[in-house]
């Protein structure tokens, strides 16, 4: 009976070792497969690489950052760790005015210069290694809203008086 019980445990412990390695498998494969997609993508214009390091230098990032124009329909995003990219999609690129585009690369660069892009990492191991616990299903997700809470509070605080231009973009 004893004998039963250490191979269940044995079992159990496999079976939770092999789930957590497929997370972690999962996860790295499918950043890096968003990753190729949303930064396989035409160059930015002029106009766009001017907005962005206008945009960086107002926040003093002297971090090198990649803008992508995606043909993908996604909204804007922060991808990379050591070298970030910004991805713009194509088609709100080609929509936007110039202080238009400033404002959406001001809240991706705010990301940047809060670290959430490895802030997200340290949250997706997480969720890989303790995949049985709901409660950090929870956190995750709750997580995920309060950082964009904070950076669009973030963006506000910076724009002052020009806060309109965020909400209306």
């Not at 930015?44 to 990032?61: C, I, N, V, W, Y």
Request: aromatic share 6%.
């Amino acid at each position: 009976r004893s004998r039963c019980r250490k191979t269940r445990a044995t079992m159990l412990t496999a079976g939770s070792l092999f789930i957590t390695l497929a997370m972690l498998v999962r996860l790295a494969k499918h950043r890096a497969r968003l990753a190729a997609q949303l930064c396989d993508s035409k160059t930015a214009d002029a106009r766009m690489l001017h907005s962005l390091k206008e945009t960086k230098a107002r926040l003093g990032l002297r971090a090198s950052v990649r803008l992508c124009v995606s043909p993908l329909n996604t909204s804007p995003a922060l991808c990379g760790l050591l070298r970030p990219s910004l991805v713009l999609p194509a088609a709100l690129a080609n929509e936007l005015s110039d202080a238009q585009l400033r404002v959406v690369f001001l809240h991706e660069l705010l990301h940047l210069r809060r670290l959430d892009h490895w802030v997200r990492v340290m949250q997706s191991l997480l969720q890989a290694l303790f995949w049985w616990n709901p409660l950090l299903w929870f956190a995750n997700g709750r997580i995920c809203r309060l950082r964009e809470e904070a950076v669009d509070d973030a963006v506000m605080q910076e724009l002052n008086e020009r806060s309109d231009d965020y909400l209306r973009t």
